[in-house]
């Protein structure tokens, strides 16, 4: 009969002890987001993990108190000496060690099937614990969600990805992140350099020839400028050249509005915003000196984000920005 008294107490402080560490080591905002997302698990877990502070001083005051009934108990069955090092052995190992090491694991599913027992200790030692729940509450206040960083989030990402258990794969991981990343960069790191930039002068004749560097370039929106290229004035969108007579200007198929000028430091999720609103697909890079650098798209922003080159069967260069030094490296080797 002793012996199943102590393997009771033992068993007692062990669920205690595995309970304070799983249960307390649950975010509450992470349930929640599980139980939108439908886990019943995550419900029956939260019905007691809400009340955090209650939580964890019922489990602590029943710790402590099967703990000293266990002491006590093994005094009055063998020597002092015995009893406490029987005592000490049995908590450490079977009450504490082995249960927290479980329960941290494999807390919510353990949660889950123990949460009418926790229930019932907040009940019974509701009178006790109540007013010192109360009093953390009012002093330490509400508890705060675990926000993520821009790098924790990307860190967790990848974490995912590498993890044969996840269902995130490479792709999902390349799109995540680069959606996680393009706002802290820059138009200068994407644009298209302005010695790549094909544009029309706005009295350019459009015969024969230049209608086939339009086809064999490939763009659809074109940039127009007035004597030099600086002075950008408006875009020529190929689909206005239908039914265009060869032997016209450029400025009679050109369109002036919505002319979007942005500076190389603009953030891409501002761009991508200013896009957006205008209902723009093209924005003309000029520098504090007022000289113009290039072009950027909305393509551009949009490859930022997914992470890889968007390709179409019209398109004859992948990378201008890669031809543009290339461009640069046969000048100077001409030089």
Known sequence: MDYAIVI??????????????????????????????????????????????????TLLLGNVAVNSTLSIFLGSITSGIIAGLTATALIVIFGEIIPASVCSRYALMIGAKTAWLVKL????????CWPLAKALDKFLGEELPVIWSRRELKE????????????????????ILGALSFSDKTVSAIFTPRTVVF???????????????????????????????DNIIGILYVKDLIGVKLGVKAETAYRKNNLLIVSENKRLDDLFDEFKRRRAHIAFVYNKHGGFEGVVTLEDVIEEIIGSEIVDETDTVVDMREKSREKAKARMEVV
């Open 8 to 57: 009771f107490l033992v068993g007692l402080s062990g669920l205690f002890s595995g309970l304070t560490i799983g249960l307390t080591g649950l975010d509450k905002f992470e349930l929640e987001r599980k139980m939108k997302l439908g886990f019943k698990e995550a419900k029956q877990v939260y019905s007691v993990r809400r009340r955090g502070n209650l939580l964890l001083c």
């Open 121 to 128: 200790f907040m009940f019974i030692l509701f009178p006790i």
């Open 156 to 175: 967790i990402v990848q974490q995912h990805e590498d993890s044969d258990k996840s269902k995130i794969d490479a792709d999902e991981e390349k799109i």
């Open 199 to 229: 544009a029309l002068e706005i009295k350019t004749v459009l015969n024969k020839k230049i209608i086939d560097d339009i086809k064999h370039n490939g763009f659809t929106r074109i940039p127009v400028y007035r004597e030099q290229i």
